[in-house]
């Protein structure tokens, strides 16, 4: 029987095939990986273990401690939110801390306009938004200082969005200031679509 060249590199590969197979198949395994320790393993393995179970739980406490603390913190970061049930209740409940604060002022601050701005989301976060108000009043320079100083005193977290000053009267040195002031509310007062289509 005459065998082609062709059968010969088949036969070749093939005996190649089977020996690597063989020697696979027989080899000892030693990846580096220690083996599993089952039920019948060694009592220094299970100590080992033990010791380790021991460490995790020993950190428990402190674990659980930095949890309550940051809780804490951030239930006292929500205290500075405008509370309401709406977002339109949370817009006059601005106004209203705003017409407080002008109040306190000496001469008190009467508003020349008033202009409710819309809700909106902070930045990407769903769980909270901005109410914004705009106001109009002409004040000395100082009254505006303690206008802004009074605003940061405040529980709420309030911030200026935008601060707008011209001089009103030269002669007696007043400012005329626009000055729009965001109010931190929850997330469930900010309409949906603005949630949804912000980006």
């Known amino acids: 029987m005459k065998v082609s060249e062709r059968e010969k590199k088949i036969l070749v590969v093939w005996i190649i095939a089977v020996v690597l197979m063989l020697g696979y198949y027989f080899w000892p395994a030693d990846d580096g990986v220690p083996p599993v320790v089952g039920a019948g393993g060694s009592v220094a393995d299970a100590e080992l273990q033990l010791e380790r179970v ?49 109040s306190t002022q000496v001469p008190p601050l009467s508003f020349n306009s008033v202009e409710i701005g819309q809700i909106r989301r902070l930045a990407d976060s769903e769980d909270y938004g901005e109410a914004l108000v705009s106001v109009t009043f002409d004040c000395a320079i100082e009254q505006l200082v303690n206008v802004l100083a009074d605003m940061t005193a405040r529980p709420e977290m309030l911030v200026t969005d935008d601060l707008r000053i011209n001089v009103s009267n030269d002669k007696d040195k007043l400012l005329r200031v626009r000055m729009s002031v965001a109010g931190l509310v929850p997330g469930s007062q900010v309409p949906k679509q603005q949630v949804l289509g912000g980006f």
């Open 54 to 102: 021991r460490r995790l739980a020993a950190q428990v406490p402190a674990r659980e401690q930095m949890l309550s603390r940051a809780k804490a913190e951030f239930e006292q970061w929500e205290t500075g939110l405008i509370k309401t049930e709406t977002g339109q209740q949370g817009q006059a409940e601005l106004l209203q801390i705003l017409r407080e604060i002008g």
